[in-house]
């Protein structure tokens, strides 16, 4: 990585302390029961309404209730991988 850059993302990270706009960071407590999150890997959608097939959880089943050993149905990322969707209706 060149200096420039790397001094970029330390100015990033020591500014936004807090993570960019849509992560969660791992806190449950920032998203709702209905909140929809997205892979920041491969935009796959958690919908808690729909649930996940692959994992076999099933519908209404929240985000922050989800198992330790989930992970993205279709690139296999962690749950801190995910950032919060914002609503359509926003």
Not at 17 to 33: A, H, R, T, V, W
Not at 44 to 58: L, S, T
């Amino acid at each position: 990585m060149n200096e420039s850059l790397r001094c970029w993302s330390r100015s990033v990270l020591h500014n936004n302390p807090k993570g960019f706009e849509g992560s969660y960071l791992g806190d449950d407590s920032q998203i709702n029961e209905n909140t929809r999150m997205e892979c920041k890997i491969c935009w796959y959608i958690y919908d808690p309404a729909i649930g996940d097939d692959f994992w076999q959880v099933p519908p209404g089943t929240p985000f922050s209730q989800l198992p330790p050993e989930w992970r993205c149905p279709d690139c296999d990322g962690d749950k801190d991988q995910f950032m919060v969707l914002a609503d359509e209706d926003a």
